[in-house]
Nanobody
Framework: QVYLVESGGGSVQAGGSLRLSCTAS????????MAWFRQRPGKEREWVAS??????YYTSSVTGRFTVAQDSAKNTLYLQMNYLEPEDTAIYYC????????????????????WGQGTQVTVSS
């Protein structure tokens, strides 16, 4: 069993910044890869960012504003979010794929088996 715990959410004004963290723990938590998803109010869960072979991948709406990074020694994935917009308001989830392969850059939720509980991000105008 792998556990994912997100932190760093909160409420900010438009233009502000937040840094999310996701730490994986468990017997096999150091293998595989992780990604960020979010679910905005009234919408389906959507992929936000992934990191594969040290190359980041982003959904178009966050490109240039968000940065995904990883500390492998800590089994932690980060999401630095700058220039936040009200449209970024969502619950942000960390997801993990147990295998390290090309699907680590996938934007499909069904490629990831483990999920955290989510952290709320609220951006006011």
């Amino acid at each position: 069993q792998v556990y994912l715990v997100e932190s760093g959410g909160g409420s900010v004004q438009a233009g502000g910044s937040l840094r999310l963290s996701c730490t994986a723990s468990g017997p096999t938590s150091s293998s595989g890869c992780m990604a960020w998803f979010r679910q905005r109010p009234g919408k389906e869960r959507e992929w936000v960012a992934s990191l594969y072979t040290d190359r980041p991948y982003y959904t178009s709406s966050v490109t240039g504003r968000f940065t995904v990074a990883q500390d492998s020694a800590k089994n932690t994935l980060y999401l630095q979010m700058n220039y936040l917009e009200p449209e970024d308001t969502a619950i942000y989830y960390c997801a993990r794929r147990s295998r390290y392969d090309i699907y680590c850059s996938s934007n499909q939720a069904n490629r990831y088996a483990d999920w955290g509980q989510g952290t709320q991000v609220t951006v006011s105008s």
